[in-house]
């Protein structure tokens, strides 16, 4: 999944391969990984996508196929729900602030920026249209 985030990855697929049940497949994930198997993939094409829009010119539709989205819609409606910008705002943001990360070990600039998706995006829309809104997930950094 992380080498490959833009690909589907149907559970179905994943515990076929793994030679185990769905159900067994998606709970022993999140005990290993802290996420749902689905969450954990968007999280990784997230940070992808971050990284292309802070890193290079490329257009926002390329950026959400080559991250794995078909839509750009899509795209962009999930990628504010979990950073609180659209994909345009969060690139002239980082790219404002380039200078201030070039002494910064990639490692620790990708941790920084990883999403933290503790809460499934429909659900946190389900809460927000009740009127209940939430904090964001992540502090912003840098």
């Given at each position: 999944m992380d080498a490959a985030s833009n690909e589907a990855w149907p559970v179905e697929q994943l515990a076929r391969v793994s030679h185990v049940s769905e159900a067994h497949f998606a709970r022993s994930?999140?005990?290993?990984?802290?996420?749902?198997?689905h969450r954990y993939l968007l999280t990784r094409?997230?940070?992808?996508?971050?990284?292309?829009?802070?890193?290079?010119?490329?257009?926002?539709l390329e950026i959400a196929l080559q991250t794995g989205w078909n839509s750009l819609g899509t795209f962009g409606r999930v990628f504010r729900d979990v950073t609180g910008k659209s994909p345009s705002d969060w690139r002239a943001f980082e790219q404002a602030a380039r200078?201030?990360?070039?002494?910064?070990?990639?490692?620790?600039?990708?941790a920084a920026y990883r999403p933290g998706m503790t809460t499934a995006v429909s659900e946190k829309r389900r809460r927000e249209q009740a009127g209940k809104k939430e904090a964001p997930n992540k502090p912003e950094f840098l």
């Open positions: 994930f999140k005990q290993a990984f802290g996420l749902p198997p094409r997230l940070e992808r996508a971050k990284a292309l829009l802070r890193d290079t010119e490329l257009p926002i200078h201030e990360l070039a002494t910064v070990p990639h490692c620790f600039v990708s």
